[in-house]
């Protein structure tokens, strides 16, 4: 199909002008099924995208979780309104820095506390590790989210000792807004967010591949994660 000759053609110029190290797409649609794929897995060892490649889906793990969560406030375990402390007691004394590029130790009481609308909507004040602001360099500095061994109740408890960026409510900032209502979750089901999202959306859904691990005899499939260094004009490995 010329329609397909031509997705593969736009899509692989990303490839070889250096801005990503593979590409593969599928298309399915009218009980067809049309797919492509170009480039590398891994761009050190030019091995090329496989079939089935494995991804790393980062933040699109962030409506997954949401899913979960719009379940239990459909079930009425949770509620939008509720504060986040009404189950994480450690932000009872949360505070918020008094002004957004100011000392993160100049900080005030909060009028409002965050509650899990303002998860699910990024307006809750919290920030991200890779935003360079007070609250998103602190994150970076105590090396918030960095360790593959510790819990997300550790991390949420660590995360707990640091003031807002703004009062919730006020402003939208993309942030690790979604792990704290991930942690909200496990404390409402009892149970850990890897076994909720697998018993709750990845068994039902048949994503038997989608998952917080993987085994070690498929690791060679996973696809090398990369950066596009504007200072260098070239792709950088993101786990050196």
Same mark, same amino acid.
């Given at each position: 199909?010329?329609?397909?000759k031509?997705?593969?053609?736009l899509?692989?110029?990303?490839v070889?002008?250096?801005?990503?190290?593979?590409?593969?797409?599928?298309?399915?649609i009218?009980?067809?099924?049309?797919?492509?794929?170009?480039?590398?897995?891994?761009? !050190?060892?030019?091995?090329?995208?496989?079939?089935?490649?494995?991804?790393?889906?980062?933040?699109?793990?962030?409506?997954?979780?949401?899913?979960?969560?719009?379940?239990?406030?459909?079930?009425?375990?949770?509620?939008?309104?509720?504060?986040?402390?009404?189950?994480? +007691?450690?932000?009872?004394?949360?505070k918020?820095?008094?002004?957004?590029n100011?000392?993160i130790?100049d900080?005030?009481k909060?009028?409002?506390? +965050?509650?899990?609308?303002?998860?699910?909507?990024?307006?809750?004040?919290?920030?991200?590790?890779?935003?360079?602001? +007070?609250?998103?360099?602190?994150?970076?500095?105590?090396?918030?989210?960095?360790?593959?061994?510790?819990?997300l109740?550790?991390?949420?408890?660590?995360?707990?000792?640091i003031?807002?960026?703004? !009062? +919730?409510?006020?402003?939208?900032?993309?942030?690790?807004?979604?792990?704290?209502?991930?942690?909200?979750?496990?404390?409402?089901?009892?149970?850990?967010?890897?076994?909720?999202?697998?018993?709750?959306?990845?068994?039902?859904?048949?994503?038997?591949?989608?998952?917080?691990?993987?085994?070690?005899?498929s690791?060679?499939?996973?696809?090398?994660?990369?950066?596009?260094?504007?200072?260098?004009?070239?792709?950088?490995?993101?786990?050196?």
């Amino acid at each position: 199909m010329q329609e397909i000759k031509e997705l593969n053609n736009l899509l692989n110029k990303y490839v070889d002008e250096g801005f990503f190290p593979g590409i593969q797409w599928q298309i399915n649609i009218n009980n067809k099924q049309y797919s492509g794929k170009y480039g590398f897995n891994n761009i !050190e060892t030019k091995e090329d995208v496989y079939e089935n490649s494995i991804y790393r889906i980062w933040s699109m793990t962030k409506p997954i979780v949401a899913v979960v969560a719009l379940k239990l406030i459909e079930q009425n375990k949770i509620n939008f309104n509720d504060p986040i402390n009404k189950y994480l +007691p450690e932000f009872n004394n949360l505070k918020v820095i008094n002004k957004e590029n100011g000392n993160i130790n100049d900080v005030r009481k909060l009028i409002n506390i +965050p509650n899990i609308k303002d998860l699910l909507l990024h307006t809750a004040g919290f920030s991200y590790n890779m935003l360079d602001d +007070p609250i998103g360099l602190e994150y970076e500095k105590i090396k918030l989210f960095h360790s593959d061994s510790t819990s997300l109740e550790e991390e949420i408890k660590k995360l707990a000792k640091i003031p807002l960026l703004f !009062e +919730p409510k006020t402003k939208w900032r993309y942030s690790v807004s979604m792990d704290v209502l991930g942690r909200i979750i496990e404390i409402v089901k009892n149970n850990s967010l890897q076994n909720i999202l697998q018993e709750e959306i990845f068994n039902p859904l048949e994503m038997h591949e989608t998952n917080f691990s993987i085994p070690k005899n498929s690791e060679y499939r996973l696809m090398e994660s990369y950066a596009y260094d504007t200072s260098k004009s070239e792709l950088i490995n993101y786990y050196p």
